[in-house]
């Protein structure tokens, strides 16, 4: 029972990092209408840029973070103008496509420069010890980031010009662009946002578990699902229902192969897309 | 009628074509060449019904091919079934899976659609991983018996080409009749605008579902026949996401909403793919060239390669749908 209870927590702290991941696919969503399929491959981007920074440095990995976030919010900006700002406003088709291919042209290059093999990022922080079970120093440390990036992003988002204006923008186009706002700098800088986000769980992630170029996948869906449970365009609900999800795999994991956990997700995904379309936490009509 | 549309007899020339070409001199290296491109002829058709004339994404197309593929290498070698009626049964039962799974998800407008079909392939390729009578993630083997009822492994391949090659020109038949037809019709107003459809008296989940599970069925017997072919089958090749994604290029490549943008997109990319492929500094960026393509389309032409002869040759939508 008690190997249940260890493994619910170490769910709980990885659900932490699944939830920051969902959060910038939320952001992004809730802004401009614009599903990122560019998500998994930047996950992904995030994950070697870790590796690549703890290569060179040596320093504590959790401190590589910050310029992780820079590099994130560069890659979004520049993905930001090569596919998302001629599309915004067009039909969905059109925008999950332009970030398709995006997503498409990232993976190509990862898989020229770094192949399909697994990476690994080797910095391990001391685990606690309770009874019979050991908690990792990486996962504790990594649930603690995540949280303290979503309360500077709630931060952000509630008590700075900008992050006001990124939620005008997200309540009524037109409407904040007569208070004055430019629309199109918020939308980039949001997006650059959300993409920052996603390559810090990335970062997160890669503290954890071994990763490939093609590990982004995974963390993709687990980002949809995450993402239609909380609702859309609530980054915080992100979080929550983040967590949820990695209690909910806390509890299967014992009991059945990882491998079957793709299919749970998505059974979880279609459960809730039908019974609950505004999300756990929505309370309004969004799509 | 049908029959009284100019593309339809080009469909039977083409068609036609593809059986001659080989057969003249035994050319099996072209026959290899013909199959790969019949079989992206037949996934962007398909996948045309769904992008191009409802406008749905979908992004697990592969699904199909892969679990028609699984469904008729089981009836070929654990069932010893003949090859056409595997197929066949394949065909149907994917279509039944597609239509009980888009009942349920097609109640999903538009985008969310889209991101549930990323979850079913990855869905699929686990459960079929874990499935025993389906060997799991090592797959199955056909048995040679399996091509002794065909007279042979040299004469098997052929018919089972001759049954794709019928496959594809039955893949651009069904588009092209959808298109001219009230259904077809039905589909279009979804695309355009669902919610005026459905106040016009489109059931539209309905027509959705429909079109889903159409567009399953071909894909379906062309995977049962090709992996009969190949003589293997495990789920990393049965359900490769590239080739799901390299349909959609495909598709918008050629223009999507038309039946001969689909082939020739499907042609074009084939053909584009397997000269990246080889040549030894571009074989490890195809993916980037196919991601760098899309998005110029998507960009600059969404009507692809047809939308743009349409714009020069405004006639030419008489002819060539």
Redesign the interface.
Known sequence: MSGVLASMIDGVLVGAVYGLAAMGLSLIWGVMDV?NLTHGAMIALGMFCMYLLFAATGINAYVLLLPTIGVGLLLGLIVYW??VH??VGR????S???T??????V???G??VWSTSPYNVNFVLPGITIGAYTFTGNHIAAAISAVVIALALQLFLYHTRTGKAIRAVADNREAAELMGISSTAVLSIAFAIGIALACTSGALVSTLFPFTILSG?VY??KS?VVT?LAGLGKPFGALVAGVLLGLLEGVVTPFI?V?????I???L??VV??AFPQGIFGKRAT? | MILRRPFFWIILLVAAGFVYAPLHGNNVSLREDLILIAIAIILASNLNLM?GYT?Y?N?GHIVFYGLGGYVGLYLTTVRGWNLVLSALVAGVVVSVFALLFGL??L??????F???T???L??V???V??FDPWGRSTGMYLSFNSYQSLGGARHALWITYFLIIAVMALSMIVSLAIKNSKFGLGLFAIREDEDAAVVLGVNATMYKAIIYSVSAFLPAVAGALMFFKNGMIDPSIAFE?MLS?EG??ML?LGGQGSVIGAALGGSLYEKLRSYLLTSPVLS?????????L??MV??FA?GGLIGWVYRLVPRARKVIE
């Open positions: 599903i090569m596919a001629w599309v039909s969905m088709l059109m999950l496509l332009s398709f291919a995006v997503n498409m042209m993976i190509g290059i898989t020229a996948g993709q869906l949809f239609i192969a491998s079957w956990i793709p299919l997700e998505f059974g995904f279609v897309l039908v799509a | 992008i406008g994404v992004f349920a998800i109640r999903l407008r538009g985008a969310y889209a991101l549930a990323i979850g079913i990855q869905a390729q686990a459960f991983s874990n996401y994604l959609i290029v918008m490890n960026f195809h993916l980037v060239i196919a991601g760098g899309l998005l998507v960009l969404p």
